[in-house]
């Protein structure tokens, strides 16, 4: 290709328009303050291999899997005026070392220390001025093992049109290669005046714009937030009301698929009803540990929708005050079946489970729970030649939440990521131990 038809290419896709971020996403944005950052995030362990993993290798697997999220090479542009909602550009200044870090613990670091590191990573909002996301590598765990923190703005992550980078990453055989891409160059960020027009084109091309545009101004989005809490019901609660602190812990439980399996043939319902009946006899646990009152908790609990992208939610009130597991089991199965989801017009826009779980959260004033329970997959995943071995979802708390329960199940295993707010929770190493506990007496129930 000569230089003056790459110019002339350049040219044309500087033209183009860029992406517009829908309602929900730009609603999210402005929502968001520093104490309630709207980034989802994983913590994944891998087995360091006899060829290594490192820093360079992980940057040189990053650069290489960017054609496949193209927003992570992308900030958020806002329109003078607000006369529209923002639109993604090419990042000029992208730097790959700023998104991807490294992080070492004291050696041999333990999974305090590691997670102790994942609770101040997260709480930390991500820089605006940049594409909205982070990973870190933490070197220094005992056994010879890694780990990857991702963080990525749920603006970022939909779990439909862009799915989170750590998931990009990995690959069902160790040492994929892949051929190398074109080199990218980066389109010229649009001024102020292309940003006016382009705004104005949208609308002409699409009435139904006007409308979009309302919704994600900031006074109409938070009443349509008290609209939907009052809706479902979310309201503060006793402990796990929220401090409005910007401090966090993180705290992890560990179970096995095939238990939670066998519980379920045994008794009916499903996986995601016995994942709900664990988390509804730690919450039991706990309180009594507290000498806290057994009430019902109201826990909000996103489901897919057959194979599709689609997703449902409900609110389920966990029955904490029954001393039977199996009585409780029973419950939450029929409360499963029998509870109305969420109107489609509040889950407009949001998919993936966990962001779905974080996105609907985001909308509530008040304290409820959610509960994200997303299905991985049963065979082993590497990033390069590493296998990993463990991975936990770290969920973000919304306005007033003091917990947030984010569950996976990968290669024979069941992961249970909890995000609490360090100063109302701050002994949720108790309740990710109930939940061991829990499991437990289901098992033996």
Known sequence: MSEATADKDRMCQDRRMPDRLSAADAALLALEDPATPRHVGSVAVFRRPRSGFDYPGLLALVERRLPLAPHYRQRVAAVPGRLARPVWVDDPDFDVTHHVRRSALPRPGGDEQLFDLVARLMARPLDRSRPLWEAYLVEGLAGGRVALVTK????????????????????GTPGAVEEPDEPWTPR????????????????????AELVENARATVTDVV??????????????????????GRARRFAVARARLGDLRDIRAAHGGTVNDVVLAVVAGALRGWLRTRGEPLTAVRALVPVAVSDTPSADARLVDLPVAEPDPLARLRRVSAAMRGHGGVPAAVLRGMGGLHSLGART????????LVVTNVP????????????????????????????AVGVTSYDGGVYFGLTADRASVSDVDVLAGELGESVAELVKA
Not at 361 to 368: C, K
């Open 188 to 207: 010229t960020p649009p001024g102020a005046v292309r940003l006016l027009t382009d705004a104005v084109t949208d609308t002409l091309r699409s009435p």
């Open 361 to 368: 959260a985001a909308w509530g004033r008040g304290a409820g």
């Open 223 to 244: 009443a349509a937030g008290a609209r939907v809490a009052d809706a479902l019901g979310l309201r503060p609660s006793g402990p796990l009301r929220a401090s409005g």
């Open 376 to 403: 991985g997959p049963q065979a082993p995943l590497y990033a390069g030649r590493a296998r990993m071995t463990e991975v936990f979802p770290v969920m973000p708390l919304a306005r007033g939440h003091a917990l």
């Open 152 to 171: 990525s703005h749920q603006a970022l992550v939909d779990g439909v049109r862009t799915v989170d980078f750590a998931t990009v990453l990995l690959d």
